[in-house]
């Protein structure tokens, strides 16, 4: 079985420039899954960091098109977004990464937490910007 995400149709939200940022999203996830139990601590935190960066770019860049549009459901997207921040942001990736097991949940959370997010969250304004 293979903890990577499948990247399928059902994730896009016909917005070019968000699907292509989730895209690499979930390619930096899948990176993450080969690297997990082979790469050392630093590559490891490597990915994570980029992931965190990436991640908070993607936001601005949604918040951005939701702003334009007039997106009445803007400032509860955009706490989901922070809420998401400061819980990457508070990962102490030394103990977290020292531990094979406790990388795993990790990237179980995030992965599960992106793919939701994506799947419900960006799909309920794609539908109303489209509208
Ligand atoms: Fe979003």
Not at 35 to 62: C, M, P, S
């Given at each position: 079985?293979?903890?990577k995400i499948t990247w399928d149709?059902s994730f896009e ?6 699907d292509a940022q989730h895209l690499r999203l979930v390619e930096i996830i899948n990176s993450l899954v ?17 992931l965190?960066?990436y991640a908070?770019?993607h ?51 995030l992965r599960?937490?992106l793919t939701?997010h994506i799947l ?12």
């Amino acid at each position: 079985m293979t903890a990577k995400i499948t990247w399928d149709s059902s994730f896009e939200t016909g917005i070019s420039e968000v699907d292509a940022q989730h895209l690499r999203l979930v390619e930096i996830i899948n990176s993450l899954v080969d690297a997990i139990g082979h790469a050392d601590k630093n590559t490891l935190k490597g990915i994570v960091e980029q992931l965190k960066e990436y991640a908070q770019y993607h936001f601005r860049t949604e918040e951005k098109i939701m702003a334009e549009s007039g997106y009445a459901g803007l400032a509860e997207h955009r706490d989901e977004h922070a809420m998401f921040v400061d819980q990457i942001l508070l990962f102490d990736l030394d103990v977290i990464l020292a531990s094979e097991g406790l990388a795993w949940d990790m990237l179980h959370f995030l992965r599960g937490w992106l793919t939701n997010h994506i799947l419900v969250v960006d799909k309920r304004f794609a539908v109303q910007l489209q509208a």
